[in-house]
């Protein structure tokens, strides 16, 4: 699906055209939007920006991060369309990567909670782990042994240890999984771990993975390339213990920053394998596999979330947009705000941009407790009754990472193309029924609690 329209005007248009084509109104006052061709271009870029600076025939596997934007369409979407797997952290996030047709060989699981059923099923599946600690490779090893009880028994599934090169945290601490103390991986500069860990692969011959993920949005591409620096010297150092090239792959994980404050993209893919290349060559040229599992740079910026302003106030002076978007769709904004602001634009009934002057307002959400708001004192065209609030950047972790406070329901999520033929759109999820909420607040066990 070529199109030369920018991002931007991609997004302008899907407003539009949600409003005219009902995707949003009256009866339906949030929706979310999704740019399918944004989404095929940031899969292409990640492609493109590791081609560049790998020889051809390495294998690189790009698995998304699940947890991003856990909707089925859109594994598949990446899957199909841009090769690129599934970073799993859940049974459930592996179900979804099963539902979108992600091959076994293509998903990896992490998670720093697997249980014993789960790494049996993944194993039995073939899909890559990586153990977070040492008492989950002694699981791995007892799994393994049943499974085959011969005395070179090995798993099917390549298996991988994740470590903390404890290089410290960017600048939200509750997404920072490298600080001395994260909970993640083995803590390598712990007094005797890192030795602990070269014997872990020595022991386990079958072992040929090592992982590594810094952290999530906040973390500058410098400490991002120092955490996987850190990662390609102790694969240097086990596989120069062993003799042999036991470690042939290394899973750098996700984390390259999103810019929420324009439409510039950056820092690009490509910004962060020329880093790497620049100070980790040796990963890069040719004798390791690798593994990324990038997931907010994928789909943040493809996501809008619309919704219709219920209605506008003022109260202290202050004029207050109350719509449908709140802490279900933004969490972390609205209780970190700090550390996560949203652009928010402004469009009319007829889902047309609003023209100026801006006037300071709040744009705040349908939950009952005071903080639910997206924007405090946000100079934005004044929103008013029947106009829609779009709020920018949130295809990963927002629309989908919902939050059922006021048993609030999931909203519809709906992509889009948008050619100079017009804007089409297709259900990705409708919205939750009521039936459907009531059902997941034990509905079925309405007399549970009447029996004692
Ligand atoms: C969350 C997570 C990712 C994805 O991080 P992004 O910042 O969304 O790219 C990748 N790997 C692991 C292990 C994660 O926990």
Not at 165 to 188: D, E, H, M, N, R
Not at 210 to 232: D, K, N
Request: charged share 20%.
């Amino acid at each position: 699906m070529p199109s030369d329209m920018s991002a931007p005007e991609r997004r302008e248009r899907a407003v539009r055209a949600a409003v005219e084509q009902g995707v949003v109104g009256p009866g339906t006052p949030l929706a979310g939007l999704l740019d399918i061709t944004g989404i095929r271009a940031s899969a292409a870029a990640l492609r493109a920006a590791f081609d560049e600076v790998t020889p051809p025939g390495t294998p690189v596997l790009h698995a998304f991060a699940v947890k991003a934007t856990p909707l089925v369409p859109v594994l598949r979407l990446l899957y199909a369309h841009g090769g690129i797997g599934a970073e799993v952290a859940s049974p459930g996030e592996l179900a979804l990567a099963r539902a979108a047709g992600v091959r076994p060989a293509d998903t990896v699981l992490d998670s720093p909670a697997k249980t014993g059923a789960e790494l049996r099923e993944a194993l039995a599946l073939g899909v890559a782990v990586n153990a977070d600690n040492l008492q989950e490779l002694t699981r791995i090893d007892a799994l393994v042994k049943s499974a085959a009880p011969a005395p070179s028994a090995s798993p099917a599934s390549p298996v991988g240890l994740r470590v903390n090169p404890q290089i410290g945290g960017g600048s939200i601490g509750a997404l920072s999984t490298a600080t001395a103390t994260s909970k993640f991986g083995v803590a390598l500069r712990d007094p005797g771990a890192r030795e602990g860990v070269v014997r872990a692969y020595l022991d386990r011959p079958w072992m040929t993975r090592l992982h590594t993920h810094s952290g999530s949005q906040g973390l500058p591409l410098e400490l991002m390339v120092r955490g996987v620096a850190a990662a390609y010297e102790l694969a240097e150092e086990v596989n120069a213990a062993a003799g042999r090239r036991q470690i042939d792959t290394v899973d750098i994980g996700g984390g390259l920053p999103v810019d929420f404050a324009s439409d510039t993209g950056t820092p690009t893919y490509a910004d962060y394998a020329r880093l790497l290349k620049r100070h980790v060559p040796g990963l890069l040229d040719g004798r390791y596999g690798l593994v990324t599992e990038f997931g907010r740079s994928l789909l943040a910026k493809h996501g809008t979330v619309l919704a219709r302003v219920e209605y506008a106030k003022t109260s202290g002076g202050r004029p207050i947009a109350v719509t449908h978007a709140g802490v279900q769709i933004a969490t972390r904004t609205v209780y970190a705000p700090e550390s996560w602001p949203l652009r928010i634009a402004a469009y009319d009934a007829e889902g047309r941009p609003k023209p100026g002057p801006t006037v300071a307002q709040d744009v705040a959400g349908p939950a009952c407790f005071a903080g639910d708001l997206l924007a405090e004192n946000r100079p934005l065209p004044l929103l008013e009754q029947g106009d829609y609030a779009a709020v920018l950047d949130t295809g990963a972790y927002c629309m989908t990472a919902h939050y059922g406070y006021n048993s609030l329901g999931r909203a519809g999520i709906h992509g889009f193309t948008a050619t100079a033929g017009g804007v089409r759109f297709g259900v990705v999820r409708p919205p939750q029924t009521f039936d459907e909420i009531v059902a997941e607040s034990g509905g079925e066990h309405a007399d549970a609690l009447l029996d004692f």
